[in-house]
């Protein structure tokens, strides 16, 4: 449902206990969405922080569903400003809350831009945030960000897979049960967000793996169906390549 009627920005539940905070913002031609995921549990997490500048309608958001200052864990896929911005301000808000990412990410820049020490997990690490585990994997470059990682919830089966399956748009519904391969595919055309690394398949097929009954996208719906499939076409869609160079280099 719509929370904010200025910005637009939603909150839904997209699998048990997993509410999708979404933020659309004009940043492109037919505009861009900019999704946090809050799990509610006894050690409430969020995934992705949001722009710093987004930080106000975050906060509204997440108080929608919880009060904020119960967040205990605050993390993100790999080291930009809409997975970290507005990590300090969160913080604040929550001060019990521990920032966490990746080792490489805590590393190179978490340790240095959050307020407080920062948790770094390592490949394939398992953490309890009270009845569900949740497990950490290392994706460095997929789709970029040598820091990058994502995480997998156990219990529901929900990958918060960060970047990948980044669709362009504003108006698409919480969740699709309709493929998203085709619209991130129109996305990678327009902007080549692939690292295109030599670990790419190997990667996405740990992940396919998992059998993902969700894949909670950070840019777009989130897709409920066979996660798999869909990791294994997407697979084969980029070692097919495309022959062509990015929209915005040619
Ligand atoms: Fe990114
Ligand atoms: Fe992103």
Request: with cysteine.
């Amino acid at each position: 449902m719509i929370i904010n009627q200025k910005t637009g920005t939603r909150v839904d539940e997209v699998a048990a206990g997993i509410y999708r905070i979404c933020t659309p913002l004009d940043v492109m031609p037919g505009g861009f969405t900019f999704n946090s995921y809050l799990i509610a549990d006894d050690e409430p997490l969020l995934f992705h922080t949001g722009y710093r500048k987004l930080f106000s309608i975050t906060l509204e958001a997440i108080n929608k569903v919880m009060p904020v200052e119960k967040l205990r864990w605050i993390g993100g896929s790999h080291f930009e400003s809409d997975e970290y911005g507005a990590l300090n301000n969160l913080m604040e808000a929550a001060p019990d809350a521990t920032p966490f990412g990746t080792e490489i990410g805590v590393l190179t820049s978490l340790n240095d831009f959050a307020a407080q020490p920062a948790r770094g997990f390592k490949d394939g690490e398992e953490f309890a945030i009270g009845s569900r585990r949740m497990k950490w994997l290392y994706t460095p470059h997929v789709p970029h960000g040598w820091d990058c990682g994502i995480l997998f919830d156990l219990s529901t089966k929900t990958l918060l897979c960060g970047d990948l399956f980044t669709q362009p748009g504003a108006n698409m519904p919480p969740v699709t049960e309709s493929e998203v391969l085709t619209a991130s595919e129109g996305m990678r055309g327009m902007m080549d967000y692939y690292a295109h690394a030599t670990s790419t398949a190997i990667i996405l097929e740990r992940l396919a793996g998992l059998r993902p009954s969700t894949l909670a996208c950070q840019h777009g719906s989130a897709y409920r169906g066979d996660g798999a499939a869909l990791l294994r076409e997407l697979a084969d869609t980029l070692a097919r390549g495309n022959g062509e160079p990015p929209a915005a280099i040619a």
